[in-house]
């Protein structure tokens, strides 16, 4: 009786997938099926009862043949203390933003390889919409035609979508808070990279910009970065990214403060850290130049002598 060892099977064990994949793995994998999108987010102030419209650029990224799109639109709601969000459906008898926005022309269109289209869109806000901020996206699914391909090989698709952010004025409070300011508390040179953790704890959502100051041991101010606007919905939590670009030297120890706004232009929280700037690399070459220096005035002087003499 023949009796299959388990050395054995190891052995042989990279070579049965390699025939399975040369083999069967092409029966179940197409062509990539791809889209691209842009803007990826809008953000629209709208009154009840008043609309606004705008335009979606979509193109075919697919390879060859020509995709099947279809399109539709989804609520979502931010995760309490995350950057996350989650979809959720529509609430029995209660209007949502997926009743407000209506994607102009047909819900389901072929694209064919590298072609693009827009797609237009109007968001109408009913006249008893609450105030506050609501959320939806816009969403497109892409599959070949034939989903199954020749040889019922499985075809892989892509859903992109791009977020629809809408505010309703009224009785709404902007307000947030930095969680944690946070950069190096050494380094030898130029960029400096700083994070702000900010806390959304607003009933709306908003852009929050400001300015970050730099200054030296000396109290002067060396520096001033604008901290760009990033979206953070109600009750989220954003890290934002700032980085000091500057040439030439620095050395010793500086401040950084950050004071964001809201969007009124009213300061919402401030932060403020210390760091130090030490190039210790320059500093090395400079201590071994001289040392190197040093030492070679010290040959000279004894080597080399100099004397006058009268003519």
Not at 145 to 168: K, W, Y
Not at 216 to 237: A, D, H
Request: glycine share 12%; hydrophobic share 45%.
């Amino acid at each position: 009786m023949f009796r299959f060892k388990s050395k054995y099977f190891f052995a042989f064990l990279p070579c049965v997938v390699l025939v399975v994949g040369v083999f069967f793995l092409p029966r179940f994998i197409d062509a990539a099926t791809g889209l691209t999108i842009r803007p990826v987010k809008v953000s629209h102030t709208i009154k009840p009862g008043e609309s606004v419209s705008g335009v979606i650029h979509l193109s075919s990224a697919s390879d060859g043949e020509p995709i099947n799109v279809e399109a539709s639109v989804e609520d979502f709601i931010p995760v309490a203390g995350a950057e996350g969000i989650q979809f959720v459906g529509r609430a029995p008898g209660v209007t949502t933003v997926r009743d407000w926005i209506d994607l102009g022309g047909k819900k389901v269109f072929d694209l064919k390889q590298d072609e693009q289209v827009e797609i237009p869109y109007t968001v109408t806000a009913p006249e008893n919409a609450e105030p506050g901020s609501h959320f939806g996206v816009a969403f497109f699914k892409a599959t070949r035609p034939d989903s199954f391909g020749e040889g019922g090989g499985l075809s892989i698709g892509t859903r992109i979508g791009m977020l629809i952010l809408i505010t309703v004025p009224g009785n709404h409070l902007q307000k947030g808070n930095i969680l944690g300011f946070t950069g190096p508390a050494f380094v030898q040179k130029a960029p400096v990279d700083f994070q702000i953790k900010f806390e959304n704890t607003g009933t709306v959502h908003f852009e929050p910009k400001g300015t970050l100051t730099l200054r030296n041991m000396f109290g002067s101010e060396v520096g001033r970065v604008p901290i760009e606007g990033q979206t953070v919905l109600p009750t989220g939590i954003k890290d934002i990214n700032v980085s000091w670009e500057v040439k030439g030297w620095l050395l010793g120890r500086y401040s950084a403060t950050a004071v964001l706004y809201d969007g009124e232009g009213v300061a919402v929280t401030t932060g403020t850290i210390t760091f130090w700037v030490i190039p210790i690399w320059y500093l090395l070459g400079f201590l071994v130049a001289v040392l190197v220096l040093f030492v070679i005035l010290r040959w000279l002087k004894r080597r080399v002598r100099i004397s006058l003499v009268s003519p």
